[in-house]
């Protein structure tokens, strides 16, 4: 086979010696899907990363061959490599708003990708990814993330070649979205002959989308149906977070409009609705890190600025933020200690000679390891990192954890096992949870009470179990599909 990708017996150590990667073989024809799934940590975006002939750093690959259309990617000099990608491989990270410059417009960033750029190619390559042409003139950092993905996905195919590698491409998306992304791939396969590889957990979802299923690590065991967990006794007491009439613009765009949001002491309240309904710019209002808004906020019975009032250092640690993907805020160049040691100084409660010990206790919180405290975030698992990130925000000791899509890119039992953690955290230490997710599976096991948003307001809120079995909104609907 001259076209697609071809790879025999590749396996991949880290110089410790660990393996990064069992050996694998595999084949995709131009025109066919693969899809690669497995527990965190198994090695798949290590696999799909070495078919662009990259290895982290540190690692080596052991034995085998990868060939992306008839090249050996590893035989190729690092200068001649990055011209066959140029012109062969295409990559779309799993979290695309990350590789696109926000402040770009979408036409410069299909121009600079484009082999060929012309007006007609851009408007092809929006059409083919379901954007309308307004969008080259929006900027990346105003999309969300769904739009985001289908923008990366866009720069990919104007590139105009034989191989699209995507990771994690379904994450984070509700359900309508997700079908939307996995009959986009399967046409791009189909109609444009690229040989496509994918990763992700969605398992019907991805039987659906792919030619051939390649499971790595252990073999999962199949998704049982989770009922909705018994609800709680209504609180009684302050809240730990009420925010009323919140409202959010970016220039003369409004994203919220008059939100209202309470989560109880101790309490979970989940945050849904469909990608662009502003629950990460909810998320960023509620952390002071969006400054164009209005509205009150009170946590733990102190009143918080929102918008362009700054928050004092003690207020700024009350709500924390535990991002969908920790490699977005996690300094690759720091070590977990330079990670943990900066919100315990932020504190000022922890003198500087306690620093690495209180670290190694917050490590223990989260069933980490001492021992992983000088270790990168890149030499760590999906999981690991995100338990770090967990970590980081329990070492401010705040009053609020919101959790932003923290399962979507890990697989079903490594998501449990996070979630159960999250729970764990919010019984013993009293803290209110916002939990953010398109998982209704996560949703109902976790979050007792769910509040729905669409274009920027709130569209239906209640009791879970109520909500997911009787929806009214179109949003919900949508959501459950």
Avoid: W
Avoid at 375 to 388: K, T
Avoid at 427 to 437: A, E, N, P, Q
């Amino acid at each position: 086979m001259s076209g697609g990708v071809v790879v025999d017996e590749l396996s991949i150590h880290a110089l410790s010696g660990a393996e990064l990667l069992a050996p694998i073989s595999l084949r995709v024809p131009p025109g066919t899907v693969v899809a690669l799934t497995g527990p965190s940590g198994t090695g798949k975006t290590t696999l799909m990363r070495a078919l662009l002939g990259h290895l982290s750093h540190g690692a080596t690959r052991t034995r085998g061959t990868v060939h992306v259309a008839g090249q050996d990617v590893f035989a190729l000099s690092p200068v001649a490599r990055q011209d066959f990608r140029r012109r062969n491989i295409a990559f779309v990270d799993q979290d695309p708003g990350a590789a696109l410059n926000p402040v770009m417009r979408v036409r410069t960033l299909l121009e600079e990708a484009a082999s060929r750029p012309s007006d007609s190619m851009l408007r092809a390559a929006l059409a083919r990814v379901d954007l309308p042409e307004s969008f080259l003139r929006r900027r990346s950092g105003e999309l969300s993330g769904g739009e985001q993905r289908r923008v990366a996905l866009a720069v990919a195919l104007v590139r105009e070649v034989g191989v699209l590698v995507a990771d994690e491409p379904l994450a984070g998306l509700h359900g309508n979205l997700r079908n939307a992304i996995a009959d986009l791939l399967r046409s791009l396969a189909t109609e444009d002959k690229l040989a496509l590889v994918v990763s992700g957990h969605h398992t019907e979802i991805l039987h659906g989308l792919a030619d051939e299923v390649v499971e790595l690590g252990e073999s999962r065991t199949a998704l049982a149906r989770l009922a909705a967990r018994a609800a709680e006794p209504p609180s009684t007491g302050r809240p730990a977070l009420d925010a009323a009439a919140i409202c959010a613009t970016a220039g003369r765009t409004r994203l919220l409009h008059s939100v209202d949001l309470r989560v109880p002491a101790g309490g979970s309240v989940a945050l849904a609705g469909p990608s662009g309904a502003g629950k990460t710019t909810l998320a960023r209002v509620l952390t002071g890190v969006h400054t164009e808004a209005t509205g009150t906020l009170v946590v733990d019975s102190r009143p918080l600025a929102v918008g362009r009032a700054r928050r004092t250092r003690r207020d700024r640690r009350r709500v924390q933020l535990i991002p969908q993907n920790p490699l977005s805020t996690l300094n690759p160049k720091h070590t977990v200690l330079q990670a943990l040691s900066r919100p315990l100084r932020l504190a000022g409660n922890t003198p500087r000679s306690e620093v690495t010990e209180r670290a190694a206790d917050l490590l223990r919180s989260v069933d980490l390891a001492p021992d992983l405290l000088h270790r990168y975030p890149g030499a760590l698992s999906g999981g690991q990192r995100q338990r770090v990130a967990v970590a980081r925000a329990l070492g401010a000791e705040p009053d609020i954890l919101i959790c932003d899509e923290i399962t979507s890119a890990l697989d079903d039992r490594t998501a449990r096992s996070i979630m159960d953690l999250i729970e764990r955290t919010r019984h013993t230490r009293g803290i209110g949870t916002l939990v953010i997710s398109h998982d209704m599976a996560v949703i109902a096991a976790y979050c007792p009470q769910i509040v729905i948003l669409g274009n920027g307001a709130v569209v239906e809120q209640g009791r879970t179990a109520e909500v997911l079995t009787a929806p009214h909104a179109v949003e919900t609907k949508a959501l459950l599909a």
